[in-house]
């Protein structure tokens, strides 16, 4: 169950960064039309370079590739946040990516533990 949570955990940052980056976009300008293009462009474009880099199903890159989108899209998105005027949010935003990270890493590296049979 911990790994399907950190799992969960993981979609939704990922979901929460498109958001900001929508939010930033919409804040980013006073010309309502460029406003527009940023905020769906953004969030959109960070979407596409994820699907083809970061993604778990990714068929491009490298190790070092996706880790490097992984950094460059969160790491913006916490960037974004820092500002739109809400430092201390940016901040947990990224230790949260960060924390979350790491653990999906070490459970990737630690042997699965043993399934117990029903019938004992």
Do not use: C
Request: no cysteine.
């Amino acid at each position: 169950m911990w790994k399907w949570t950190n799992l969960l955990l993981a979609f939704l940052v990922e979901l929460v960064a498109l958001g900001i980056f929508a939010w930033w976009g919409s804040q980013a300008t006073d010309n309502t039309a460029l406003r527009i293009v940023l905020a769906v462009g953004l969030p959109v474009v960070a979407a596409v370079i994820w699907g083809l880099y970061a993604a778990p199903t990714a068929k491009r890159g490298t190790p070092v590739v996706r880790t490097v989108v992984k950094v460059l899209v969160f790491g913006l998105a916490g960037a974004a946040l820092w500002s739109l005027g809400h430092p201390v949010l940016g901040v947990v935003f990224v230790v949260v990516v960060a924390a979350n990270l790491l653990i999906i890493h070490v459970q990737k590296l630690s042997p699965d533990t043993p399934q117990r049979n029903v019938s004992e």
